[in-house]
């Protein structure tokens, strides 16, 4: 039988699990994801920490360690959706120089995120409207808010470069236009809330810029 001097020179085993920042990043992570589904089917107003703080499993108080507001929150959740959406767009024109085939790509990028987690954009739709009321929210947006643009105005500033365009196309005309096209497709998959049928009018668009669509 070991001495008891033997056994105080054990040293306790230690317990494996997770790192702490590790489990921190997936709180957080759990946190945007079911704050963006909130913000989307209940907007921002009727959207409570309590609501959030249930669905991620943690505590009201515990929101606080992560975002100093519900502002904050909300603004982070934007950050994420437009970060992730607009690093996938990035991703699919990659491969494509020609105005009609970027845009194509963005669009079937577009079907399959709906697809996947239509929530994201029905919290996007939601942003305009959610701007126009807290003060605050409406100075955090607007500074956050340049990805979406930026990557818009490249499409049309390429297409430009590149002698796609005729000289009498506006090119601010023709970001405007992306912009309308992308939110408005946003807009009206989130307001039939049926995947498929979003899917059927992008298929449309894509034809129209092909030309295959007028007999």
Do not use: W
């Amino acid at each position: 039988m070991p001495s008891s001097a033997a056994r105080s020179d054990r040293r306790p085993e230690k317990r494996l699990g997770r790192p702490k920042h590790v489990a921190s990043a997936e709180t957080r992570e759990r946190l945007l994801k079911v704050a963006c589904a909130a913000f989307a089917r209940h907007g921002f107003d009727a959207t409570t920490n309590r609501v959030i703080a249930e669905g991620a499993g943690i505590t009201t108080g515990a929101i606080y360690h992560y975002y100093s507001s519900k502002a904050d929150l909300y603004v982070a959740v934007y950050e994420e959706v437009q970060q992730g959406m607009y690093r996938e767009f990035g991703r699919v024109i990659a491969p494509h120089t020609g105005l009609v085939d970027r845009l194509s790509a963005v669009l079937d990028a577009a079907v399959e995120m709906n697809r996947r987690d239509p929530a994201a954009a029905g919290f996007v739709v939601g942003v305009a409207a959610e701007v126009q009321r807290p003060p605050e929210l409406r100075q955090l947006l607007r500074e956050a808010n340049a990805t979406s643009a930026n990557f818009l105005r490249r499409l049309a500033a390429d297409a430009a470069a590149s002698g796609e365009l005729l000289p009498d196309v506006s090119v601010r005309g023709l970001e405007d236009l992306l912009t309308a096209v992308l939110a408005g497709l946003a807009r009206f998959s989130t307001h039939a809330g049926d995947s498929n049928r979003h899917a059927a009018a992008v298929a449309v668009l894509q034809r129209c810029l092909a030309g295959t669509v007028l007999a």
